[in-house]
């Protein structure tokens, strides 16, 4: 008598403590990814700001540049409202640099966020440094001459009575060389390049 062995064929499946694992797996991915895109939006806004409070600070610099008169040592400070959709604040100190006629200026800029907030306790967005010095001045009314005429050469001096003229030329010889030469005269004799001319009745 034989024996028949029947197989049963069991149907394969994932049970429930692999598929609670795979769902933590994934929750944790998607927190990870969720951060990193919450992370460079607020990179990319704060750099918005610091990039706005830089220009606030920079118009306020050009400003103090402008200005004829040197700007006093000490501290002042000022807003700025409505400016890229805000309010700002700049504090603006002013040193002696130790050099005459240089003062170096420092200018702090932040966002106001509200009125009730106190200002100490928010924090400085940007700060520019700069420098400003006494060279500039008022226009005196003297405009330059850019008509393009050229400027007049110089004159040679001329011999006094009983004294001796000179006079210098420059030219420009065959090879395309300069070339200069003097002649020098003076009352009762003359000398060249090539030798001297003895008086009449020499020996």
Do not use: C
Request: no cysteine; hydrophobic share 35%; charged share 15%.
């Amino acid at each position: 008598m034989s024996r028949t062995a029947i197989t049963t064929r069991v149907a394969a499946g994932f049970t429930l403590i692999e598929v609670l694992v795979a769902l933590v797996l994934v929750a944790f991915g998607m927190g990870a990814v969720l951060a990193s895109l919450s992370s460079a939006a607020n990179s990319t806004a704060a750099l918005r700001e610091k990039t706005l409070a830089d220009w606030v600070g920079l118009n306020q610099l050009a400003t103090v540049r402008l200005n004829l008169q040197l700007p006093a040592i000490g501290s002042s400070e000022g807003d700025v409202d409505d400016y890229a959709g805000g309010r700002w604040h700049w504090q603006q100190e002013v040193e002696d640099q130790g050099i005459p006629g240089i003062k170096r200026i420092t200018v702090r800029v932040r966002r106001i966020v509200q009125e009730t907030t106190a200002s100490s306790q928010q924090s400085w967005l940007a700060t520019i440094v700069g420098f400003r010095g006494d060279a500039l001045a008022s226009a005196n009314g003297e405009l330059p001459d850019w008509s393009g005429t050229p400027f007049g050469g110089g004159t040679g001096t001329a011999g006094t009575a009983g004294g001796t003229g000179s006079s210098a030329q420059l030219g420009i010889g065959n090879n395309g060389t300069s070339q200069s030469g003097s002649t020098s005269t003076s009352t009762g004799d003359s000398s060249t390049s090539g030798g001297s001319a003895a008086p009449p009745g020499g020996g």
